[in-house]
């Protein structure tokens, strides 16, 4: 790859309604969430969770008052499901490769039928690794991994392995009664750690059906501390310590709170470990466990990019988020040098570059 090139550590597919009844297992197949049409909408339905409108979710590119809570799947950008028209819009947009993330099937986490909740992502995760297919070197496919059962989740990732997909989309707050240091879970972070394989922690991605707030915009404002409180799990309670190989992304929840939050967890460490116990069987401070083993990507932050040597050069990554509401398609180069202009050319390179194709093993 191009070492000059850009590539995208957050993008999605927008998925066709023929994911789940051409790919699920045979005896889910009266089950499988599909688009219904209704009216002028079309409405993405799965079993055990609400009725969705596939509205707003694939208009990267248009006027934000032209945004629709209602509409057809096909209104769409058409990259977000078609890879020929994807790798077009790519070098429309001067964009070498993405790290593909899905949109409809973020809401699969919330399933309360296991067996179901996991018939439906490996259909996901089996028509992923088809539509990277078309350029392997270009489309880097994500799994999704449920991690309610240690051997299913095992399963679940020498599958993603097996069909070449380079990473894996965990639920971004595990549940109440299982947080993510439960020794439950570490037999999945060994594997992982053994397979080099990073997780991903996307917002929007929680395993519970709990909202704060019916109101999307406050949603939508607060999720940076629903990652910070699970990265914060990981790091305090010695996840990292054990597994030191082990890689974590903040994903689509920008940087520019990083430095605060490292300053914050270094002096709740500093403080508050000795008389709480959380905390003292750590090595090394919680911003060395970050900027060794955590990584974050953004879109147009830049006071995030001013702050990137608090935040940890080598820990964030530029990403498109193409074709979502929030994406810079297809001005990316345009809105990176607006970000970049006052940052050294090696910098901005492995920002842009060099991390992702490191973390993701592009050549």
Sequence with gaps: MDSTAVVSADSHVYEPGNVWTDHIDPEFRDRAPHLERRGDKDIFLIEGIEDRSVGAQAVAGRDPRDFKKDARHEEGLRGGWDPQARLQDMDLDGVA???????LAFTMFRIPDLAYRTACMDAYNRWMAEFCSTAK?????????????????????????????????????????RPFFHEGYEPFWA????????????????SSGKVESP??????????????KSL????????????????????EVDIGWIPTYLQRIDHAFERHRH??????????????????????TFMNDRAGVQLRHEAGVNNIMWSSDYPHADSTWP????????????VPEAERRRIVHDNASELYGLS
């Design 97 to 103: 490769a993405e790290v593909i993330y899905p949109t």
């Design 137 to 177: 070197d270009r489309l880097i496919g994500l799994a999704l991994i449920t991690l309610h059962d240690m051997d299913t989740a095992k399963r679940q990732l020498d599958d993603a392995l097996r069909l070449g997909l380079r990473g894996v989309c965990i639920t971004a707050m595990a549940p109440d009664d």
């Design 191 to 206: 594997a992982a750690q053994e397979a080099g394989i990073p997780l991903s922690l996307h917002v929007f991605t929680e």
């Design 215 to 228: 109101d999307f915009m406050v949603r939508y404002s607060l999720v940076p501390s629903r990652i910070q």
């Design 232 to 251: 914060t799990t990981f790091i305090s309670y010695g996840v990292l310590e054990k597994f030191p190989g082990l890689k974590l992304i903040s994903v």
């Design 275 to 296: 008389w709480t116990g959380t905390g003292q069987r750590l090595t090394l401070k919680p911003s060395e466990y970050f900027h060794r083993q955590i990584y974050a």
């Design 331 to 342: 001005r990316s180069q345009e809105i990176i040098d607006a970000q970049f202009h006052d």
